[in-house]
């Protein structure tokens, strides 16, 4: 089992900037992606980002240029880096991770992050 750990939401004015963090831990072999998803009240969850474990990157259209995902291997943690940050952007933010073996496909509790206009 994979066990994901968020931290780093909160409130902040609109403009500003957060940084999110997810740490893996459990059984963490195998991973062919991790990335954050958001679902905001009333709407469906929805692609922020995501990283390959070989780096390739990919965002969801409305968070394209404000920001950006990384990881530390050795530290099973990836990171959310949001910037220039909208009240739009409000919502619950989700860690996900995707292994090649079962069960393949991980979620965390979830931080809130919301922006004030």
């Known amino acids: 089992q994979v066990q994901l750990v968020e931290s780093g939401g909160g409130l902040v004015q609109a403009g500003g900037s957060l940084r999110l963090s997810c740490a893996a831990s459990?059984?963490?072999?195998?991973?062919?992606?991790m990335g954050w998803y958001r679902q905001a009240p009333g709407k469906q969850r929805e692609l922020v980002a995501t990283?390959?474990?070989?780096?390739?990157?990919n965002y969801g259209d409305s968070v394209k240029g404000r920001f950006t995902i990384s990881r530390d291997n050795a530290k099973n943690t990836v990171y959310l880096q949001m910037d220039s940050l909208k009240a739009e952007d409000t919502a619950v933010y989700f860690c996900n991770l995707i292994r090649s073996v079962a069960p393949n496909n991980y979620w965390g509790q979830g931080t809130q992050v919301t922006v004030s206009s």
């Open positions: 990283i390959t474990s070989g780096g390739s990157t």
């Open positions: 459990g059984t963490i072999y195998r991973i062919i992606v």
